[in-house]
């Protein structure tokens, strides 16, 4: 899959709920843009997770050939306590064989150092669900 495909799967936010969290960390329940602009920086979704929680994801960075960042953040708690923003980087690179290689990283910003332990936590239900989630969109492709 390409930089280009994912980034076109990212801005179909009617397949958002298909990301079904992993543990404690919950699925999504729906996402609206609010506002989508022309450029798709600078558009932010705004995100309700099946346990009622919800946040907020701004793309910030938006070249699909090589480099897509969407910041998360207006948290609703438990996380607003926990964190003040996470980010998301996917990175693209096309391989000699003609395939992509995809790096998909976090980053969160912990509210305080009494929270990074939590976010450690998290971080750890975090990687298993985007594993389910990456192998999820490779079988749909």
Known sequence: MSGEQIAAQILEIDNWPNFDGYGILPGIESAEF???TPENVGT???????DGSSH???IVEWEPETRLRLRFGDFS??????????????EFESTTEGTTRIVRSFRMDPKSVFTRPVLVLISFFLKRAISRHLKQIGDES
């Open 44 to 50: 932010r979704i705004r995100v309700t997770n099946r």
């Open 77 to 90: 708690p438990p996380v607003s306590r926990l964190a003040t923003a996470f980010e998301e980087t996917w």
């Open 34 to 36: 609010d506002p989508k």
């Open 56 to 58: 907020v994801e701004e």
